[in-house]
């Protein structure tokens, strides 16, 4: 089955460089520390013809500069399809809960956040027996559709461009490397993320290995 993408946490940190670096350095980023959740993306697709429903939810305790605001919680819905051999379409949808102190007007704010569509290719797929891995890369493009004016939404149209090497390491253990950037918009997903306006460069990394059909540890 296809390995679940974003794998995210409540309070994790962003993992977010990546080998591009070099190739992207000479685009003038400005390195910004924010708190994002623990995402890496897999090489695969859906198979042609077919849906893929996932499902995410995650917890934030929010920073200090979010302040009156203190907790958010994301819950996200994601439906991929497979359109052809080795591409497929998807859109996801947040709904986002902030919650805020007594001194907040009002204290908690609730609705969905910004629409988000992407196009996943896998250009290149792992052979058993080979040394060079799964590439995949996929464009994903935002419309502002979340309230910002409550917090909601960016208020940006995000243009991102991301790229992913899997390989095994063992027959139940894969390496996942994310590396890419948003060519304008924001990061930011209600309260959580990077609110300024530009270029990012985002990576991110994990080791995932199989325990059962249904089970696996990232």
């Known amino acids: 089955s296809k390995a679940p993408s974003p794998l995210r946490f409540a309070g994790t940190l962003q993992i977010r460089r990546f080998l591009l670096a070099g190739a992207f350095l000479s685009l003038g980023i400005l390195t910004v520390h924010a ?3 623990f995402a890496t993306d897999d090489a695969d697709v859906t198979e042609k013809g077919k849906f893929h429903l996932q499902l995410s ?17 994301t819950f996200v819905a994601e439906l991929d399809y497979g359109l052809v051999d080795r591409v497929e379409i998807g859109v996801d949808y947040p709904f986002i809960a902030i919650s805020g102190s007594r001194v907040a007007s009002p204290q908690n704010i609730t609705g969905f956040g910004d629409l988000d569509f992407h196009v996943k290719y896998n250009f290149l797929k792992e052979r058993e027996g080979s040394w060079h891995p799964a590439l995949t890369a996929t464009l994903n493009i935002e419309i502002p559709t979340g309230d910002a004016h409550r917090g909601l939404g960016s208020g940006f149209k995000d243009y991102f461009l991301n790229s992913v090497l899997q ?7 894969k390496l996942r490397l994310n590396g890419g950037i948003l060519f304008a918009g924001s990061t930011a997903t209600g309260d959580v993320g990077i609110r300024t306006r530009g270029r990012v460069l985002v990576a991110a990394a994990s080791l995932v290995k199989q325990f059962s059909p249904k089970w696996s540890l990232g």
């Open 35 to 37: 708190q994002q959740p």
């Open 57 to 73: 939810n995650e917890f934030d305790t929010l920073q200090r500069n979010a302040y009156p605001a203190l907790r958010q919680n």
């Open 167 to 173: 390989k095994s390491i063992t027959d139940k253990t």
